[in-house]
């Protein structure tokens, strides 16, 4: 199967189905072997697509506008058109267009609409000027929010959290490329002569110049270093800073366990027990564990973490909280469009719930970490504030970030958020809380 083929069957027929598309094109290049230049064909179209969703159906609605009601296939082979056009810079418009024409005259019910297809792709290549200018320089929200990718309802959570200024400033951050970060194993060196890379300022990760999959990544199966956003491993070396090295660390939503690897490997004597809703997760996290060779000093475990129990006292605790991961969707832009009012206050109430049970889990004089790779306030200083105002006890360390880099801006008034100001780091949220002993000092 080609790569323009294939991407229009993903989106068309996979997309709503509850499998994310990159999911979906994995399944079809092994089912039809496809070649390896029409999988990162098929896999540029997809991500051009979801990337800025809103912007192409805004486009293609202009040339649609007078039109009768199409059927939804012919609909995103046209937004799939513009967006490919637009961006695919390296790529013959021609061919992308002959390649959408194909496909639809190869199926019964759409093979009629490929004159009217075919006409409005060529207006767009044939068209003069750039057409995505007005939209990256606008002084509307909702058209800089288009054009970054950021889906318009969610207006309202942004303009919580920022003003108009730092808005503009964060969108177009979001209109950076996502490259891969890799995390070094400690006494271990990291070489190739394939890839291009330079060594982070921020963090000491090996910042490659592409994005590039774990398995094709030169040492990555000796567990000699791991990929992982440079935001990631810089919200989980907090951990090293403040544990105190007395009883376990709790990683609370343990994921596929990329975090936690790091903090066993930064913290030899510990014991961190991996608590994940996934059984399917929980088992990826064994197997980087294992990678890595210090699962012996992990204990796993599947269920809630709102139900579930530490094998022992638990001095820190690590709550990488599931969010709308609103600084993460220009890397990984394919949720951002499954999410609605519903969800968000969902997962918000969820937060807080999480943050007030690792809370109590923690012992007296120990930390608990709160991470999102989210820019909204909902999820962050609002969390961490009504937590406090419950927990007298607890209160926020205040200065436990000293970095003064130009990617780190200070909560309002809590925490602090990394900032997706290039292409290796995404956005995050940061807070750390200290549930001191009785009779402490606030700090």
């Given at each position: 199967?080609?790569?323009?083929?294939?991407?229009?069957?993903?989106?068309?027929?996979?997309?709503?189905?509850?499998?994310?598309?990159?999911?979906a094109l994995r399944k079809l290049a092994d089912r039809e072997k496809m070649k390896g230049t029409d999988i990162s064909l098929a896999s540029s179209l997809i991500y051009i697509v979801m990337r800025r969703k809103e912007l192409w159906e805004k486009i293609a609605g202009d040339y649609l506008r007078s039109r009768e009601k199409l059927?939804?296939?012919?609909?995103?082979?046209?937004?799939?058109?513009?967006?490919?056009?637009?961006?695919?810079?390296?790529?013959?418009?021609?061919?992308?267009?002959?390649?959408?024409?194909?496909?639809?005259?190869?199926?019964?019910?759409?093979?009629?609409?490929?004159?009217?297809?075919?006409?409005?792709?060529?207006?767009?290549?044939?068209?003069?000027?750039?057409?995505?200018?007005?939209?990256?320089?606008?002084?509307?929200?909702?058209?800089?929010?288009?054009?970054?990718?950021?889906?318009?309802?969610?207006?309202?959570?942004?303009?919580?959290?920022?003003?108009?200024?730092?808005?503009?400033?964060?969108?177009?951050?979001?209109?950076?490329?996502?490259?891969?970060?890799?995390?070094?194993?400690?006494?271990?060196?990291?070489?190739?002569?394939?890839?291009?890379?330079?060594?982070?300022?921020?963090?000491?990760?090996?910042?490659?110049?592409?994005?590039?999959?774990?398995?094709?990544?030169?040492?990555?199966?000796?567990?000699?270093?791991?990929?992982?956003?440079?935001?990631?491993?810089?919200?989980?070396?907090?951990?090293?800073?403040?544990?105190?090295?007395?009883?376990?660390?709790?990683?609370?939503?343990?994921?596929?366990?990329?975090?936690?690897?790091?903090?066993?490997?930064?913290?030899?004597?510990?014991?961190?027990?991996?608590?994940?809703?996934?059984?399917?997760?929980?088992?990826?996290?064994?197997?980087?564990?294992?990678?890595?060779?210090?699962?012996?000093?992990?204990?796993?475990?599947?269920?809630?973490?709102?139900?579930?129990?530490?094998?022992?006292?638990?001095?820190?605790?690590?709550?990488?909280?599931?969010?709308?991961?609103?600084?993460?969707?220009?890397?990984?832009?394919?949720?951002?469009?499954?999410?609605?009012?519903?969800?968000?206050?969902?997962?918000?109430?969820?937060?807080?719930?999480?943050?007030?049970?690792?809370?109590?889990?923690?012992?007296?004089?120990?930390?608990?970490?709160?991470?999102?790779?989210s820019l909204f306030k909902q999820e962050n200083e609002n969390v961490i504030a009504e937590v406090l105002a419950k927990h007298q006890e607890c209160a926020e360390v205040s200065s436990f970030i000293t970095w003064n880099e130009n990617c780190f801006k200070r909560g309002k008034p809590y925490g602090i958020y990394i900032l997706p100001?290039?292409?290796?780091?995404?956005?995050?949220?940061?807070?750390?809380?200290?549930?001191?002993?009785?009779?402490?000092?606030?700090?």
């Amino acid at each position: 199967m080609r790569g323009i083929e294939a991407a229009l069957t993903i989106l068309i027929h996979d997309n709503g189905t509850g499998q994310f598309p990159t999911e979906a094109l994995r399944k079809l290049a092994d089912r039809e072997k496809m070649k390896g230049t029409d999988i990162s064909l098929a896999s540029s179209l997809i991500y051009i697509v979801m990337r800025r969703k809103e912007l192409w159906e805004k486009i293609a609605g202009d040339y649609l506008r007078s039109r009768e009601k199409l059927p939804d296939p012919v609909v995103m082979a046209v937004t799939m058109g513009i967006g490919g056009l637009l961006e695919l810079r390296r790529f013959s418009g021609g061919v992308l267009i002959n390649g959408i024409i194909e496909y639809l005259k190869h199926n019964k019910s759409l093979a009629k609409y490929s004159s009217l297809v075919n006409a409005i792709l060529h207006k767009v290549i044939e068209a003069p000027g750039n057409k995505l200018e007005k939209f990256s320089k606008s002084s509307s929200p909702q058209a800089r929010a288009m054009f970054a990718g950021v889906p318009t309802w969610t207006l309202p959570a942004w303009s919580r959290t920022w003003n108009n200024s730092e808005l503009f400033e964060i969108f177009a951050m979001m209109n950076n490329p996502s490259y891969s970060s890799l995390r070094v194993s400690p006494g271990k060196n990291f070489e190739s002569e394939d890839l291009s890379y330079h060594v982070s300022e921020y963090s000491g990760a090996i910042n490659l110049h592409q994005s590039i999959l774990p398995l094709n990544v030169p040492g990555f199966n000796e567990g000699i270093c791991t990929v992982q956003s440079e935001s990631s491993i810089l919200a989980a070396s907090l951990v090293k800073k403040f544990y105190s090295g007395k009883n376990i660390i709790l990683d609370m939503c343990s994921g596929r366990g990329i975090k936690a690897g790091q903090v066993l490997q930064e913290n030899p004597g510990a014991k961190v027990e991996c608590w994940e809703l996934s059984e399917k997760r929980s088992k990826s996290a064994e197997h980087e564990l294992e990678r890595l060779g210090v699962r012996d000093r992990a204990i796993m475990k599947v269920g809630d973490a709102l139900n579930l129990e530490p094998f022992d006292k638990v001095s820190f605790v690590m709550l990488d909280a599931p969010c709308s991961c609103s600084g993460t969707w220009n890397r990984k832009p394919e949720s951002k469009w499954r999410l609605d009012w519903g969800k968000f206050d969902a997962i918000v109430d969820t937060q807080k719930k999480l943050l007030e049970r690792a809370v109590n889990l923690c012992e007296s004089g120990g930390h608990i970490l709160y991470i999102t790779c989210s820019l909204f306030k909902q999820e962050n200083e609002n969390v961490i504030a009504e937590v406090l105002a419950k927990h007298q006890e607890c209160a926020e360390v205040s200065s436990f970030i000293t970095w003064n880099e130009n990617c780190f801006k200070r909560g309002k008034p809590y925490g602090i958020y990394i900032l997706p100001v290039n292409s290796w780091l995404d956005g995050f949220y940061c807070s750390l809380i200290l549930k001191r002993e009785k009779g402490g000092l606030r700090i």
